[in-house]
């Protein structure tokens, strides 16, 4: 089941006992309407970004640019921030742009990078 409005953003996400998972929300009106999901997986030595979702009523309002903007004072000063491949509306929005610009205490990569140079440093 998915929260209405969010591509994804469910309720089964809320099930990550063994993981350091970590939800950004934005919230207006007592309601979730933007989301990042960030943490360390088990068994990584990096910290990830899995998505950003903002519900489709508040797209294209800023809420994604301030939940990045945001996000840094949550992350860990020690690991690398890697990025997952940016869907197609992540594409058109730069997201990989928008958290480069704004997380600085970190190195940020994409998925794609780490594969490259075939490490998450």
Do not use: P
Not at 4 to 24: A, Q, V
Not at 74 to 98: F, H, Q
């Amino acid at each position: 089941v998915r929260f209405s409005g969010f591509t994804y953003l469910k309720y089964s996400e809320f099930d990550y006992s063994d993981n350091d998972i970590k939800f950004l929300t934005a919230i207006y009106k007592n309601n979730v309407i933007g989301v990042i999901k960030f943490g360390v997986w088990r068994d990584s030595n990096h910290q990830a970004v899995s998505y950003i979702d903002v519900g489709y009523k508040y797209r294209r309002k800023g809420v994604a640019t301030k939940l990045i903007n945001s996000l840094e004072k949550y992350l860990y000063d020690d690991t690398v921030l890697v990025l997952t491949d940016e869907s197609d509306m992540g594409r058109l929005c730069g997201m990989n742009e928008k958290f480069r610009k704004a997380v600085k205490k970190v190195k940020v990569k994409t998925y794609s990078e780490c594969l490259r140079d075939g490490h998450y440093r």
